[in-house]
């Protein structure tokens, strides 16, 4: 099992910058890969980063290339998205998720990973 809890979300002014963390619990992190999906009230669940098992493999969503960094830290356990230049579309819960197993390739989809953290807040305003 591989439990997942996110932190860092808040209130931010379009334009600023929050950091996102995601600590897992479990045996099975340094062989899973990561990802970063986002739900708008109203809205679908969607991609927005992810990450593979050692780190050397990262895909962005368009919407937020060139502006979220995704990163991990295998010692820690952490997983991250470093989010700048916020804009008001970007408020959504933000969640992350695991695909357990050393993987290739990575994924976008929703039903592709296995486990998943509760969410955090994020709301920009304008």
């Known amino acids: 099992q591989v439990q997942l809890v996110e932190s860092g979300g808040g209130l931010v002014q379009a334009g600023g910058s929050l950091r996102l963390s995601c600590a897992a619990s479990?045996?099975?992190?340094?062989?899973?890969?990561m990802g970063w999906f986002r739900q708008a009230p109203g809205k679908d669940r969607e991609f927005v980063a992810a990450?593979?098992?050692?780190?050397?493999?990262?895909y962005y969503a368009d919407s937020v290339k060139g502006r979220f960094t995704i990163s991990r830290d295998n010692a820690k356990n952490t997983v991250y998205l470093q989010m700048n230049s916020l804009k008001p579309e970007d408020t959504a819960v933000y969640s992350c998720a695991a695909r357990a197993g050393k993987r290739y390739v990575l994924s976008t989809l929703t039903n592709e990973y296995n486990y998943w953290g509760q969410g955090t807040q994020v709301t920009v305003s304008s």
């Open positions: 479990g045996r099975a992190f340094g062989s899973s890969d």
């Open positions: 990450i593979n098992w050692s780190g050397g493999s990262i």
